[in-house]
């Protein structure tokens, strides 16, 4: 019996065990039915076992929820807005009025009310509420710097790939000079430059504290992480049957990456993109407790964390909550991305296995 390929041992035996009782007519319905599963049934199907990832996936989702109910939370709940100040005013705690930010400039610590639930920062703002907008400013900018990422990077992937000679010389070393420069510190430099004067695209003119700004640079900081990886795969897909039968059948090259090559190349795209995601949120997260991000009075969790440093250890809240938040966000959607690679491609979890044992005997065997 032949065994499709990237079809798993469990689903086999199952198909098996399944077709043993069946009459001959069923027998044949079950094995036609078990032949049209495609590879990403297949991957949807070990995704929906892998329990770890699909929790971590809605922790994540859930925090997105959050982050983009933010404005109902702030109108609603909490009734300030994320840049309103409220240093002269007082609260309510334990039936006592308490200064938002005492005289001596500690601001108060959370409540577990509606008003101030998670405490204020040093000029009166909500916390909690900051923090949902927070999130939702450095999600957007994760999410729109993926977009730019993943769109350049298949482009210039594919092109460099498939044509290969002077187009694939001149677009490779392009991505090794960026390539070259650690990620914070180019995205540091460019930032900076940007967040100062702005950014001009013909007719169109971004603003120094627009969150397009962070997204674009670190849109343009991670395209040689995934463009590489992609013009690897392209080089291997051009010498294949399938791409000399759309040569032979006269389709341009044009033509045959779009229907030729793209479709072989979605499932990799697939995995990069949470991946992509949570390394774009967290370096805007670097970029803005540095200076080089979301400009303030913009929230987000790096500026957050940036501006609570000065006030700990009086307020340490003003760093926990936002740092607490980051990292459970981190955690679920590279939990979940690791989880998408697995339910891709199954063999890759034994591939980093086994690099990772032979790194560590390399290891031993030098120190003895």
């Given at each position: 019996m032949s065994v499709a390929p990237g079809t798993e041992a469990s689903d086999v035996g199952a198909g098996l065990t399944a077709r043993a009782g069946r009459s001959g007519p069923a027998r044949r319905a079950g094995a036609q039915a078990s032949a049209g599963i495609g590879p990403y049934r297949l991957a949807l199907r070990r995704l929906r076992r892998n329990r770890v990832a699909l929790a971590f996936g809605a922790l994540f989702g859930v925090i997105v929820v959050l982050c983009l109910a933010a404005p109902i939370y702030a109108h609603d709940v909490a009734h300030t807005g994320p840049n309103a100040n409220h240093v002269t005013e007082k609260v309510r705690v334990g039936g006592t009025l308490t200064n938002v930010v005492s005289l001596q400039?500690?601001?108060?610590?959370?409540?577990?009310?509606?008003?101030?639930?998670?405490?204020?920062?040093?000029?009166?703002?909500?916390?909690?509420?900051?923090?949902?907008?927070?999130?939702?400013?450095?999600?957007?900018?994760?999410?729109?710097?993926?977009?730019?990422?993943?769109?350049?990077?298949?482009?210039?992937?594919?092109?460099?790939?498939?044509y290969r000679g002077l187009a694939d010389s001149v677009l490779s070393r392009i991505l090794d000079i960026i390539w070259a420069y650690p990620a914070i510190l180019l995205g540091i430099a460019l930032g900076t430059s940007l967040a100062l004067g702005g950014v001009t695209l013909g007719p169109f003119t971004i603003k120094g504290n627009s969150l397009l700004v962070p997204a674009f640079v670190i849109g343009i900081v991670y395209v040689p992480y995934v463009a590489k990886p992609i013009r690897g795969q392209v080089l291997a897909l051009r010498e294949q049957e399938f791409v000399d039968a759309a040569r032979v059948q006269g389709a341009g090259s044009l033509r045959i990456m779009a229907s030729e090559i793209l479709p072989n190349l979605a499932s990799t795209i697939i995995v990069f993109v949470p991946l992509m995601v949570a390394n774009s949120v967290l370096l805007e997260a670097g970029l803005s407790f540095l200076g080089a991000g979301v400009q303030p009075p913009n929230p987000s969790w790096g500026t957050m964390i940036g501006e609570g440093i000065g006030q700990i250890p009086a307020s340490i809240h003003l760093t926990f909550v936002p740092g607490v938040m980051l990292v459970l966000a981190m955690l679920g959607i590279n939990v979940f991305g690791d989880g998408v690679r697995d339910a891709f491609d199954p063999r890759a979890k034994l591939r980093i296995e086994e690099r990772a044992e032979e790194a560590l005997q390399l290891t031993s065997e030098e120190a003895a």
């Open positions: 400039g500690v601001p108060i610590g959370p409540t577990w009310h509606s008003r101030f639930l998670l405490g204020a920062d040093g000029n009166g703002r909500d916390v909690a509420v900051r923090l949902l907008y927070g999130g939702r400013n450095s999600l957007i900018v994760g999410f729109l710097a993926t977009l730019l990422t993943m769109a350049l990077a298949t482009v210039i992937g594919v092109a460099a790939g498939f």
